[in-house]
């Protein structure tokens, strides 16, 4: 079933890593007849000078990252069709960012950040996937994708901490919780339908107030 929608509404997939954003965007894409956006495929230049010395190229790694997002979001926002986006800028700046940069840096970067965030429409809906860092640990195995091989369980761990503190404090948009602890909605129907019945019914609550505020 498909969402009924005004204008061109935007759900966002966020999420910690190998929580399933990507997978889940291309279904709802697919199923709904939606424009796909995923992740922009863009080598950072900071990158190697990042890892070997985080502290000091945090900075300019994590600019490099924010301004890829503001334009693939912006460039999604200027076509104005209905559309799945995989990862938010929000989590950028409110997740990674805010976990790398030291004080002086992230003051730098949110008032970029917050300029960004004036050109930019906010989603109709965020979708939080969740799932415990054991789990994720195991699906990250499962898919063993080899730059992926370092990211430790305390790592995950640290990163669903401040997941939960963004999502529990997250006003930007309407956010939608969606634990898939004991949930494959890769190989199970029942699954996949469980979650997506779970996104249509915020979203076409978020559709009523649009049409009926």
Known sequence: MRPQHQGAPLVA??????VG????????????????????????????????????????????????RYKGHLSLQEKNVPAVMDRTIYEDAEVFAYLLLDSRDWKTYRHFYNLALRRLQPPRLVVYLRASPETLMHRLQIRGRSYEKSVSLDYLSMLNRRYDEWASSFRRAPLLKVDTDGLDFVRSFNDLEKIVSLIEEALYAQESAVLFP
Not at 13 to 18: E, M, R
Not at 56 to 66: D, P
């Open 13 to 18: 997939l966020a999420g910690n890593i190998s």
């Open 21 to 68: 954003k990507s997978t889940l965007a291309e279904i709802l894409a697919s199923r709904w007849n939606w424009l796909l956006f995923k992740e922009p495929e863009v080598s950072n230049p900071y990158l190697p000078d990042f890892y070997k010395e985080p502290q000091r190229w945090s900075i300019h790694s994590q600019m490099f990252f924010l301004l890829e």
